[in-house]
């Protein structure tokens, strides 16, 4: 199954996320924003360069899991929740325009309407609270990169790779918020956060769902 690409990268992702050897809990800089275009710099679809962007998003999807399971820094929370929300709204409405199955763009819409929600409460947090916090506004070059993979695939290889990327990434969130839930050190944000794992629960066994479901909708 396409999981265990995932499984036979995790060695690979904590070694390069050590390799970065940060000694803080924050996201990374976010970089400009990512258009739903296919960048110059993507393989042109083909057995090879899906097997490549495939990998990519496996390697990616690890570095963020184990990125999450130890960030506790408001800051840190902050960001990373910010850019998963913007990245799966990206993705969705790629998936919205490119999925040939029905039920992946009801799903593509859900996580619209989720994760648009999920912002605005972060925001409204932030604002009552008043930390000097700044809410990301692009994403980082992990999640462009996933969105520069995701826009490239070919038309036959969509609905696989945006699966994929929706299983890693909620896997990520999941990861994220019930850290935070457990050891962060806001209190609105750790109630914000433990409220949401269900919710982020839901959408990663939708993934799965959809995974099973691998018979396109006629």
Do not use: W
């Not at 619209?112 to 692009?138: C, F, G, M, W, Y």
């Not at 994403?139 to 969105?147: E, F, S």
């Not at 750790?190 to 409220?195: G, L, R, V, Y």
């Amino acid at each position: 199954m396409r999981r265990t690409l995932m499984l036979g990268t995790v060695a690979a992702a904590i070694a390069l996320l050590a390799a970065c050897n940060k000694t803080d809990n924050q996201a990374p800089a976010p970089s400009p924003s990512a258009e739903n275009t296919v960048p110059e710099s993507t393989p042109a679809p083909g057995s090879n360069s899906e097997t490549v962007s495939a990998v990519q998003d496996a390697v990616s999807g690890a570095v963020g899991t184990v990125s999450a399971a130890v960030t506790t820094s408001t800051e840190g929370f902050v960001d990373a929740a910010a850019i998963g929300d913007m990245y799966e709204i990206q993705a969705a409405k790629i998936a919205l325009a490119r999925s040939q199955r029905d039920d992946v763009k009801a799903f593509a819409q859900k996580m619209i309407d989720a994760h648009t929600q999920t912002s605005h409460d972060l925001k409204a947090i932030l604002a009552r609270e008043n930390l000097n916090l700044t809410v990301p506004t692009a994403l980082d070059d992990r999640h462009k990169g996933m969105i520069d993979n995701l826009n490239g695939a070919a038309d036959a290889d969509f609905d696989a790779r945006f699966i994929d990327q929706q299983e890693m990434a909620h896997n990520e969130a999941e990861t994220l918020f019930k850290t935070y839930a457990d050891h962060g050190d806001n209190t609105d944000l750790k109630q914000f956060a433990s409220a949401t794992v269900p919710v982020t629960d839901s959408h990663l066994k939708m993934a799965h769902q959809l995974d099973a479901n691998n018979t396109p909708t006629q």
